[in-house]
């Protein structure tokens, strides 16, 4: 039962965070023309996690979001793969996806961020949010399994007593489903 709470309240936390970051993309240039300052922190608080190139941003009231397209790909497809996570995986027990599926998931991605990198090409803004939403369907497969994995390990240090939790971890060689 403790692990059920632990994953919905990283599924929850999760969702929250979410919200947060696609209201602060958004407010950023919103915000531009009455509340500057505003604007310039929301914009600044992205410039680590994104290039912020305009001619890549997807426009809101005329002015670039705070992130590009490619990272606002990544967040929405998140946010469908929390959508997601709920029918696939449930909230009864956490199981890791193979790595094998998180390569071949990433591969289209990174081989675009990667050809862009190298001049081979320079994919469109539709091209490289679509890429980047695929990718970002598969991250809370992996990311809520391991912040409830990390909840249990905190949780055994504080509470040696207690039994190992039952996280069933898949290892490389499984056939690569998301089902539980």
């Known amino acids: 039962m403790a692990q059920k709470r632990a994953i919905l309240l990283v599924y929850a936390l999760s969702w929250l965070g979410l919200a947060a970051l696609l209201l602060a993309v958004g ?9 500057p300052r505003w604007s310039a922190f929301l914009y600044s608080l992205f410039a680590p996690l994104c290039h912020q190139n305009p001619e890549r941003c997807f426009r809101l009231d005329g002015r670039p979001l ?3 397209a490619r990272c606002l790909g990544v967040y929405l497809g998140f946010g469908g793969g929390l959508v997601l996570y709920a029918f696939v995986r449930g909230f ?9 599926l998180f390569l071949v998931a990433s591969a289209p991605t990174a081989v675009d961020v990667a050809g862009n990198i190298l001049g081979f090409w320079a ?3 539709g091209m490289r949010f679509a890429m980047a939403a695929a990718w970002g369907l598969i991250l809370p497969f ?3 399994t391991g912040l ?5 390990r905190k949780d055994l240090e504080l509470n040696p007593s207690d039994k190992k939790p039952k996280i069933a971890a898949r290892r490389s060689g499984s056939n690569g489903d998301l089902g539980g």
């Open 66 to 68: 705070a992130v590009c």
């Open 123 to 125: 994919s469109p803004a």
């Open 142 to 144: 992996f990311f809520v």
């Open 92 to 100: 009864r027990s956490v199981r890791l996806p193979s790595r094998p």
């Open 148 to 152: 409830v994995e990390a909840l249990a």
């Open 27 to 35: 407010a950023a240039p919103l915000l531009q023309e009455r509340y």
